[in-house]
């Protein structure tokens, strides 16, 4: 599927996220063709559903900052006179996962893409790149190579 504004399944995001309704047709394709950026095709496999969850999250995002709110976390301390807030650490281990879990659909395409991911293997024996061999042995009986 060769991902562009003009293919974006646009009726269908209409109807599994009609809470943006409200937002303009061209709003959407603008968004949509940015979303491209930030995740690439799943083997070909559920590939609309994950552009439309990155486009809903975006959405999302700018929903919540219009309004003023923060979705940068949550707030675990704050002082109105002389203003201090303090936000807690991201519960994820990296910053990419963590803006993901900013929303619920943000959430549900982490889902959707571990689903769709394959496990990825690295050939070879872990030993190739020991001391030693298996057993502790020396590989070549200790003898460089000439």
């Known amino acids: 599927m060769i991902m562009d504004a003009g293919t974006f399944p646009f009726e269908a995001f209409r109807v599994l996220y009609p809470q943006f309704n409200d937002v303009p047709a061209d709003d959407i394709f603008i968004i949509a063709k940015s979303a491209t950026c930030y995740f690439s095709e799943c083997q070909g496999i559920c590939t609309s559903e994950l552009w439309m969850l990155v486009v809903a999250h975006m959405l999302m995002l700018r929903q919540m900052a219009a309004k003023g709110e923060s979705p940068s976390g949550a707030v675990t301390s704050a002082t109105i006179d002389k ?64």
């Open 83 to 146: 203003v201090s807030v303090s936000f807690a650490a991201p519960p994820t281990s990296s910053n990419w996962s963590h803006w993901y879990n900013l929303t619920p659909f943000g959430q549900q395409y982490l889902a959707l893409i571990k689903r769709c991911s394959v496990p990825r293997y690295i050939g070879g024996m872990g030993e190739r790149a020991a001391f030693r061999s298996v057993g502790g042995r020396f590989p070549m009986r200790g003898r460089l190579r000439r």
